[in-house]
């Protein structure tokens, strides 16, 4: 019996101990525009880890999805004269949509749920009549404060200085017939989870759920709104749709065929409690509190852990579409490969908490780490093999006392690997990784296999040096393929290691690659990268595209961001603050209306003409949906005055300015008109 079989069999044992099922989830986005990194970064550390389960054995199942309704893909499908189902359509299965990114990404999810399915949106509907059946959920009215960006309703004790505590913006009254799940019911037990359990990671997030939403007291959540209609209709009253977190929570269980029949229960019996649910630390309240309480409600398994990982942010601060400062992942993969990104991404990022996103950490990682360390054993190592031996090892080899120290570190590596892999500690995993591979490049040059070469006496010396550097190769691919899928496989053909040496088992300890191994030189798998010129070209590529975005927004549409997105782009820890003077530079103005007119060439735009007291100036307004013409002429109102001109609708007109506008809270826009007491022209401060 070998090594591998011993290991193989003691791999099947232990598995055999426990479920061999793995469920693994991410986050279902929200496509109310295109994805950007950070969804790509949630996305990729779910698909390492679903590779590394697959890996050792477990039957896992991988899902990702979207998250289709809701009040903002309403409002963004009617500004771009579509449908909102044509709208998610095209962002989940267009070109560069959802899909394209996570093939382009190399996303091995199993499953793919979109909540506009239609056995979601009825089994959904089961769900809320039974929670409903079981006076979990009743009808009541809503009077609360209202953040109309995260379509979330809060009380006045959760308020941050008076604001959304998710995204810092203001909030508005607002009051309406809705219904209400009986989350106060289960702060009991859904405190005993959170604090005597492993249930959510890491630790830290805990004390924040329990400080900041269970200690000052859970109330009933609000699960249905009448204001909007892009949503699941409650069947036994229409004029209702479900509030987005039941329908979004249970997708993690209709995607497994809960209550409907486009699944086999059998998934649901097989794989239900989830293993992990990833998700970011913006969404930790909703998959840690009301989640269970939910579960709990339908008297269903919970799911084992959350885990809430941090942020990737953008100079320091957040990435935000209204900024225009996303890091397209596209252009990144692209460029540089889905394996380098993938890569980067979870090498330089502890993924529990925040990490500062930049060009040059990119390009600096995969020189070191790709071209230099990884690449460079692999050439030499098979440009050694081939040169001296014409490819195949021969089976005459003696070791040295060189070997013990790598031969331990690598031995060593599947476990170390492990223990980090079981934390989600990505980073720890692969710094493991690397530590080998530096170490069997140190070898190198500490056996200096080109002096072995020049005496015949010396060649079983220098073929076990090659053997080792091969073996330890073949260890380091095994472990990196669920990070970096597609050049591993060139690793191995480079390696000419076959499948039954790419196992769990096969990497358990050092040696199982057959003595007379036959490598051959291949391509450059990570060339170098050329940083100044790769720094400056990514600049420029990033400066237009963020230009076209801007070009494409109205002049002053509300900078509100999409839907989540919101949660994630705006929270006021990461926002700076600015100096008096920073805000004096804003001239804010009272202006007249004195003309104002639809666009025929947009839906969207008014074009007015308004007075600021020295002159008549032309401004564009995205508000067209909110005020007629006529509305607004003879009307005072505030302006930024001093905003750069910009030509819009490919030059024909050059706006001005810009109003100023509150988001109401059923996603509208309300101006704030001042009387005939207030003069024209004067400054707002
Ligand atoms: N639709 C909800 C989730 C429902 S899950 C039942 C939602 N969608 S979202 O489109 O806003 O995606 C949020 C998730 O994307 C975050 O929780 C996180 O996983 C990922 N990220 C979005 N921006 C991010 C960063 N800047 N950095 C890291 N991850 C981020 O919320």
Known sequence: MTI?????????????????????????????????????????????????????????MFLTGTDEHGQKIETKAAEAGVTPQQFVDNIVEGKQGVKDLWKLMNISYDRFIRTTDTYHVAAIQK?????????????????????????????????????????GRPVVDAEEEAYFFRLSKYAAPVRDL????DFLLPRSRVNEMIHNFIEPGLEDLCVSRTSFTWGVPVDFDPKHVVYVWIDALFNYTTALGFLNDAYPDADYQKFWPADVHFVGKEIVRFHSIIWPAMLMSMDMPLPKRVFGHGWLLLDGGKMSKSKGNVVDPYLLAERYSADALRYFLLRDFPFGTDGNFSNELLINRINMDLANDLGNLLSRTTAMADKYFGGTLPAAQATGPE????????????????????????????????GVIARANKYIDETAPWVL?????????????LYNLAETLRLCGVLLKPFMPESCDKIFAQLGVDPT???WASVATFGALPATATLHKGENIFPRIDAAKELAALDALQ??????????????????????????????????????????????????????????????????????????????????????????????????????PRPMMKGKYTSEGMIVAADTADGGCAIAFYGADVPVGTRIH
Request: with cysteine.
């Open 4 to 60: 591998m079989d011993t290991m193989e069999k003691k791999d099947k044992k232990d598995k055999k101990d426990s479920k061999n099922t793995f469920y693994i989830t991410t986050p279902i986005y929200y496509p109310s525009a295109k994805l950007h990194i950070g969804h790509t970064y949630c996305t990729v550390a779910t698909d390492a880890m679903a590779r590394y389960k697959r890996l050792q054995g477990y039957d896992v």
């Open 127 to 167: 769900i809320f009549k039974k929670m409903y059946d079981k006076g979990d959920i009743y009808k009541g009215t809503y009077k609360g404060k209202y953040c109309t960006p995260c379509e979330s309703f809060w009380t006045e004790s959760q308020l941050v200085n008076g604001c959304c505590p998710d995204c």
């Open 194 to 197: 959170l604090e005597n359990t």
């Open 543 to 644: 400066e237009a595209q963020k230009q076209a975005a801007a070009d494409s927004a109205p002049a002053d549409a509300p900078a509100a961001p999409a839907p989540g997105v919101a949660t994630a782009e705006l929270i006021g820890e990461h926002e700076p603050k600015i100096a008096y003077d920073d805000f004096a530079k804003i001239e804010l103005r009272v202006a007249e209306v004195r003309a104002c007119e639809n666009l025929k060439e947009s839906k969207k735009l008014l074009h007015l003409t308004v007075f600021d007291g020295e002159r008549e100036r032309c401004i564009l307004s995205g508000i067209a949906k909110w005020y007629k013409p006529e509305d607004l002429v003879g009307k005072r109102l505030p302006i930024v005055a001093n905003l750069a």
């Open 403 to 434: 070997d013990e120290e790598l031969l331990a570190l690598a031995g060593g590596l599947r476990g170390r690997y492990e223990a980090a892999m079981e934390k989600y500690a990505f980073q720890t995993a692969l710094a493991e990784v690397f």
């Open 501 to 503: 040496l790419q196992t």
């Open 453 to 465: 070469a020049k005496s015949p006496d010396t060649l079983p010396r220098l073929s076990r040096v």
